[in-house]
């Protein structure tokens, strides 16, 4: 299952740059994530803005994955990607990788703050706020665990 | 590592402005749910909440403010945010809560929103 659409191009033929980082299940790791982006993002010399999208779609990306997905190895894997189009924009790219139960995307409710008043059940706007702060999104899920797949164009 | 937030309050006759300092995650929202609560126990029948000194507040956070918005709803009063980043900005319309909750530019704007003077 994936949603979104990333360029047919591929990131080794974009010469695309690439650093990883592994980060326990545990509270507020998602802040050490972000301090990534951002010293990425700002190589890129992308707008302070920009890299505050970035950031917050990692965070909803990482609490996702520390609340549903029961990792079985207590770990999120990061891959961050600067690369660009041939002549083109460039970008930052954030794939989150659990190795979790896996999820739906399609059953997954579109939360509204109407069906939240007066709900015990407040949450489940990750997703959305991820789709809507980055330009591109790509959601891989089965029983091997999630890929989230998202990218920032400068 | 830690970025904690910290809330601090005022009362400006019956309406109360929050300021708050770091991430709002669950930690941070309940910092934020405790004093308006104690501010609206106390009286307040509007809330300023200042987020000029916070860059990010996720959904979980965001989530305990809709609980406040509730609480502020149902003793009809008045919620406004003011001082909030782009992203905050656009995740709070992505979410719906700028339609219950006025969004000013500046802390001066958010108190004139809430307290309007009689014509």
Same mark, same amino acid.
């Given at each position: 299952? $994936? =949603? /979104?659409? *990333?360029?047919?191009?591929?990131?080794?033929? $974009?010469?695309?740059?690439?650093?990883?980082?592994?980060?326990?299940?545990?509270?507020?790791?998602?802040?050490?994530?972000?301090? =990534?982006?951002?010293?990425?993002?700002?190589?890129?010399?992308?707008?302070?803005?920009?890299?505050?999208?970035?950031?917050?779609?990692?965070?909803?990306?990482?609490?996702?994955?520390?609340? &549903?997905?029961?990792?079985?190895?207590?770990?999120?894997?990061?891959?961050?990607?600067? /690369?660009?189009?041939?002549?083109?924009?460039?970008?930052?790219?954030?794939?989150?990788?659990?190795?979790?139960? /896996? *999820?739906? $995307?399609?059953?997954?409710?579109?939360?509204?703050?109407?069906?939240?008043? &007066?709900? &015990?059940?407040?949450?489940?706007?990750?997703? =959305?706020?991820?789709?809507?702060?980055?330009?591109?999104?790509?959601?891989? $899920?089965? /029983?091997?665990?999630?890929?989230?797949?998202?990218?920032?164009?400068? | 590592?830690?970025?904690?937030?910290?809330?601090?309050?005022?009362? +400006?006759?019956? @309406?109360?402005?929050?300021?708050?300092?770091?991430?709002?995650?669950?930690?941070?929202?309940?910092?934020?749910?405790?004093? #308006?609560?104690?501010?609206?126990?106390?009286?307040?029948?509007?809330?300023?909440?200042?987020?000029?000194?916070?860059?990010?507040?996720?959904?979980?956070?965001?989530?305990? !403010?809709?609980? @406040?918005?509730?609480?502020?709803?149902?003793?009809?009063? #008045?919620?406004?945010?003011?001082? !909030?980043?782009?992203?905050?900005?656009?995740?709070? +319309?992505?979410?719906?809560?700028?339609?219950?909750?006025?969004?000013?530019?500046?802390?001066?704007?958010?108190?004139?929103?809430?307290?309007?003077?009689? #014509?």
């Amino acid at each position: 299952m $994936s =949603q /979104g659409g *990333f360029a047919p191009h591929g990131l080794a033929a $974009s010469g695309a740059r690439e650093v990883s980082l592994t980060i326990p299940v545990a509270p507020e790791m998602e802040i050490v994530a972000t301090a =990534q982006a951002a010293a990425l993002g700002e190589y890129l010399a992308m707008s302070r803005d920009k890299i505050d999208e970035v950031k917050l779609a990692l965070v909803e990306a990482c609490i996702n994955a520390f609340e &549903h997905a029961d990792c079985s190895d207590e770990q999120l894997h990061l891959k961050f990607r600067l /690369g660009g189009e041939p002549k083109g924009r460039e970008w930052l790219e954030v794939e989150v990788l659990d190795k979790g139960k /896996g *999820f739906d $995307s399609a059953k997954v409710e579109e939360p509204t703050i109407e069906k939240s008043f &007066h709900s &015990h059940r407040k949450r489940g706007w990750g997703l =959305q706020i991820i789709k809507s702060l980055m330009d591109e999104v790509e959601i891989t $899920s089965g /029983g091997g665990g999630t890929r989230i797949l998202m990218r920032k164009y400068k | 590592m830690s970025e904690s937030c910290k809330v601090n309050s005022e009362r +400006r006759g019956d @309406v109360a402005i929050l300021w708050t300092d770091g991430y709002i995650n669950n930690q941070g929202g309940e910092e934020i749910a405790r004093e #308006a609560y104690a501010q609206l126990d106390g009286g307040a029948r509007a809330l300023v909440l200042n987020l000029e000194k916070t860059r990010i507040v996720n959904s979980i956070g965001i989530s305990i !403010l809709i609980e @406040v918005l509730e609480k502020v709803m149902d003793r009809k009063g #008045a919620l406004a945010f003011c001082g !909030l980043t782009p992203t905050i900005d656009k995740t709070f +319309r992505i979410m719906g809560l700028a339609q219950y909750a006025e969004i000013y530019p500046t802390q001066e704007e958010a108190l004139r929103g809430v307290n309007p003077q009689p #014509a």
